[in-house]
């Protein structure tokens, strides 16, 4: 397998928003970013993807653009982006930033120009379509709700938006279109920024427009389209021409395409797949675990030997993982946020940490719909009132599943705005921050902080963790994930509860053979460990990693 240097990185992504305030406007900006960089670096991160800094109304928080070459006042200037980057580098952290290249903000300067008129040059930046008898061009629902399709009165026609009616789609069978988005994003790489995550990027093809919605997949008549590696292999060479990473959002790609788009000659180095966190679903309180062990092996599997993942179990759009998939209960909220570390962080690809994840955040509640501020959240509710759901069914719902509850600034200490800020933040700070934050946490060789860093730490001293084959072992096992990393000297073998109740197993005879001298190197509970053997039982929630000498 060739060696990259990303493949051996680990990643943490950043919502600059929430991170740190630097200038108490209660809003995270990019010198908040620079004070933490040696926090970041002593957790053993590689390098950082940061969330869009661009200039924005934020109607969607950043991810609409209305200038890729400035950055948002609130955020700070250029100047302090070139300082964090050169900063970032001389401490040997990599910058990866955001590309929203699907659409922009309808304050883009080439929108504002497409709108004046049919013949404006611009016009065609963007998809346009006459009615149809009178109605919108197509049934198609947007992903934030309502139509894709927003009339526009001064021209008489509609035009698409794949998230919110500020979001305008940028028109990809355009051929200057194509080469100004080529034009900016090879300005960034030039600056010496080290690659992209690229938003929403499997949606910038669509399907022919008289085709009726699919009712299962609001998404599906734009969403990973045939014919749209034509444009991701040009948008690749524009990439090809630097040593950077590329980390496509790829919704709505199986693990079968996996190859296609994160194989060694893939359209990107790696994806983020929805499959194992799109198993989450709002209506139900658990989450399968045998449907998410199989979504995880699925892509391990499809991309061992053949092109690398990306590993993650949180980001900005997801409620946090630890009560989604782990307990916030206090009794197994360590130990859960411990052993889901573990059950990914040794997969075979890159691991991404979201912030906040390395302490264990949890979920908030959300006392009423005015600490709201996701834009899909608050049409989900309206819609729920609007079918006759009472306030605080609506409001309980809301909380649980928002993703502002992965919003909630970043909890440092346990003062009143939890060490991000010294006035009240843009989204209110999770009241928990008076037990779950980084100072404690430094302290506390028994925290989910330090567990972090030293499953990093041997991630990084142990090559097989990164680039040793994947076999999933007991994979009918109803609460325990297990996996074998090899190569041809050792085998790690991790096994994880990823249950609230005891579990019982009965492993193979290839791992209990006799001779076999297992040597457990890590765990998450406390108590002396009985030696491996065929069979045993894992504790609510508990996490082993064991190597053993191949000979
Ligand atoms: C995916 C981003 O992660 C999300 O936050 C955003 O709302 C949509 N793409 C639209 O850009």
Known sequence: MEKKWWKEAVGYQIYPRSFKDSNNDGIGDLNGIREKLPYL???????????????????????????????LSEFGTMADFDCLLDE???????????????????????FVEARKSKENPYRDYYIWHDSVNGEPPSDWVAIFGGSVWEFDEETNQYYFHAFAKEQPDLNWENESLKQDVFRMISWWLDKGIDGFRIDAISHIKKDAFHLPIDAKNVAARYQNISGIGEYLKELKQTFDRYDIMTVGEASGVSAEEAEEWAGDDGYFDMIFEFEHIGLWKKEEEQVPIRSFKQALSRWQYALDGKGWNALYMENHDVPRSVSVFGSDNEEYRVISAKGLAMMYLFLQGTPFIYQGQEIGMTNMKFASINEIDALDSKHIYQDMLAQGIDEQTALETISRTTRDNARTPMQWTDSEYGGFSETQPWLTVNPNTKEI?????LQDPQSVLHFYRQLIQLRKENETLIYGGFTELISDHEQIYAYLRTTKEEQFFILVNLSDQSADYQLPSSISEKG??????????????????????LAPFEARTYRVQVK
């Not at 401490?91 to 290249?101: A, N, P, T």
């Open 41 to 71: 670096k002593e957790l053993g991160i590689d390098f950082i993807w940061i969330n869009p800094v661009y200039e924005s109304p934020n109607v969607d928080n950043g991810y609409d653009i209305s200038n890729y070459q400035e950055v």
């Open 516 to 537: 076999k001298a297992w040597e457990l190197i890590i765990s998450n509970y406390d108590q002396p460990q009985e030696p491996l053997t065929g069979v045993g039982r």
């Open 88 to 110: 970032a580098h001389q401490v040997g952290l990599k910058v990866i930033m955001d590309l929203v290249i699907n659409h922009t903000s309808d304050q883009h300067e080439w």
């Open 437 to 441: 934050n980084v100072e404690s946490q």
